[in-house]
């Protein structure tokens, strides 16, 4: 290695060289030229430190601090290397530079772990490549096999498999890579929203990853001519998709605050200025830490889809295509950040998390929890990503003294 990290702002610019575009961001998709030289040098660096590294069949990249003895349990903590297009250089790598420096500081001043200590940099969990997220974390954990990526292909019409295979990966026994081992996982991540910046607190204790749901609604009504159709004979769709819009957003303000929902999509067919539509396709995403008001919510807003449809005199088809269940994380775990917390005069704040995490996958088969750091201005999946080198150390020493607990004591 040509450049070796000296501390946690330094491994932030060093990791996001890899993949750097012009704006000040990353772009480093799975697979991809800057995915594999980013794995890579991550490998070398933990060489250095003396981890024992490896790889997966699928590109998971490991560095473990072993106890001595294969068969005790494995703490993993890490996150995701995998970016958006035009990402932060935050999201995903502040959690994997954040372990190697945790587990190295805990190598130097106490060496060997009463149980094994892992940390991984996941492979992919964004899903901006190929149309499945989470596959590094969904593959070690049961969740995913190789026949959810059969005739996946990216924007380029490369295949999932060939672009595996390319980068060196895909090749072994898929049961290999279930881990029955984990006794914890730990990831350390940038918020993504305004929560902690907001209530000036440096330390989000996660409690439930929220439950998600996405729909796909597509409107058709009768294609005419803008300036011969007299209003009182249109069935134009958008008139129709633009009152269920606005139903939707004021039915959402008529939950509690964690509702959230999304219209980020919308398709108008054939979209030219002096012709009324005859198709509108739109997307809904609907979040909520409760199962049930979720699904609630969900079932009220496509009632009214339907009766809107109906008064207007339109066809809709309402397609469920996106659903996770809220996932608790470990009261434990959090138990031991609050106390952490405290006894060292850290402000946090007990949260939910909006956005999806590999820890929800984690959380499937072991104790497990997700840590934040503020993000300025709520900004992630943007160049103008940033959190400040204060902040990260926080977030940095409170994992240490997480594991130094669960390893160590």
């Not at 890579?40 to 990249?61: A, C, H, P, R, V």
């Not at 749901?213 to 209003?231: C, D, Q, Y």
């Not at 509702?259 to 739109?282: A, H």
Request: negative net charge.
């Amino acid at each position: 290695m040509s450049h070796v990290p000296a501390n946690l702002a330094d491994a932030i610019e060093w990791l996001s060289s890899f993949g750097a575009v012009s704006e000040g961001g990353v772009t480093r998709l799975l697979y991809s030229k800057a995915w594999k030289e980013a794995q890579q040098t991550l490998k070398e660096w933990m060489d250095e430190l003396g981890f024992q590294t490896y790889y997966d069949s699928i590109g998971n990249l490991f560095g473990r601090l072993s106890c001595g003895n294969s068969m005790s349990p494995t703490i993993l903590v890490g996150s995701h290397v995998d970016s958006v297009t035009l990402g932060g250089k935050y999201d995903g790598a502040y959690g994997i530079l954040a372990g190697i420096l945790a587990l190295s500081y805990l190598k130097q001043q106490f060496g060997e772990p009463k149980v094994n200590l892992e940390i991984v940099s996941l492979c992919e969990e964004e899903g901006s490549r190929f149309p499945i997220a989470c596959f590094g974390s969904g593959m070690m954990t049961g969740v995913y096999t190789f026949q959810d990526i059969e005739g996946l292909k990216d924007s380029e019409g490369i295949s999932f498999e060939s672009a595996m295979k390319e980068a060196g990966f895909g090749f072994a026994n898929p049961d290999y890579l279930i881990r029955n081992d984990i006794d914890r996982f730990v990831e350390l991540h940038i918020e993504q929203g305004p929560t902690l910046e907001k209530l000036q607190k440096s330390i989000g204790i996660v409690q439930t990853i929220v439950g998600q749901k996405r729909f796909m609604i597509k409107v058709n009504g009768e294609s005419n001519h803008a300036g011969t159709t007299l209003m009182k004979w249109r069935k134009d769709p958008l008139r129709g998709a633009a009152a269920m819009i606005d139903d939707l957003y004021n039915l959402a303000e008529g939950f509690d605050e964690n509702l959230v929902t999304t219209v980020g999509q919308l398709l108008v067919e054939p979209n030219v200025s002096n012709v009324i539509p005859n198709q509108v396709v739109f997307t809904v995403d609907a979040r909520h830490p409760t199962e049930a008001i979720l699904n609630s919510f969900c079932e009220r807003f496509s009632s009214r889809f339907m009766e809107i449809a109906k008064q207007k005199g339109l066809h809709i088809e309402i397609d469920k295509w996106h659903e996770v269940q809220p996932v608790q994380m470990d009261v434990k775990l959090n138990e031991m950040i609050q106390d952490i917390c405290t006894n060292r005069n850290i402000g946090y704040h007990v949260m939910h998390s909006g956005a999806g995490h590999d820890a929800q996958l984690f959380a499937r088969i072991c104790p497990t929890t997700i840590l934040f750091v503020p993000s300025k201005g709520g900004i992630s999946h943007s160049p103008l990503e940033y959190t400040s080198n204060n902040e990260l150390e926080i977030g940095l020493d409170v994992l240490i003294e997480l594991l130094h607990q669960l390893a160590y004591k």
